[in-house]
């Protein structure tokens, strides 16, 4: 099993920034790739970036040039620095993990963008 625990949610004015951060624990080894996801209310959850044990990243186009992932292995941990942060931003994000088995996800953290 592996868990993830989110953190760095909450509310910002549009252009402003935050940062998301996800620690893994359990049986980490396993972990490949780590990413964000987002779920806006009424919609499907959808991938923002993601990032590979390697360090191969890949980026929603919505997202491109805004978000930057990144990931300290040394601490099992991903971040997700947002900038220009716009009120379509405002979702839940989730952290996920992938392993050749099963995936985990987090439990979510709320961002929400006034305008």
């Known amino acids: 099993q592996v868990q993830l625990v989110e953190s760095g949610g909450g509310l910002v004015q549009a252009g402003g920034s935050l940062r998301l951060s996800c620690a893994a624990s359990?049986?980490?080894?396993?972990?490949?790739?780590m990413g964000w996801y987002r779920q806006a209310p009424g919609k499907q959850r959808e991938l923002v970036a993601e990032i590979t044990s390697g360090g191969s990243t890949n980026y929603a186009d919505s997202v491109k040039g805004r978000f930057t992932i990144s990931r300290d292995n040394a601490k099992n941990t991903v971040y997700l620095q947002m900038n220009s942060l716009k009120p379509e931003d405002t979702a839940v994000y989730y952290c996920?993990?992938?392993?050749?088995?099963?995936?985990?996800w987090g439990r979510g953290t709320q961002i929400t963008v006034s305008s």
């Open positions: 996920n993990a992938r392993t050749a088995g099963p995936n985990f």
């Open positions: 359990g049986i980490i080894f396993r972990i490949n790739t």
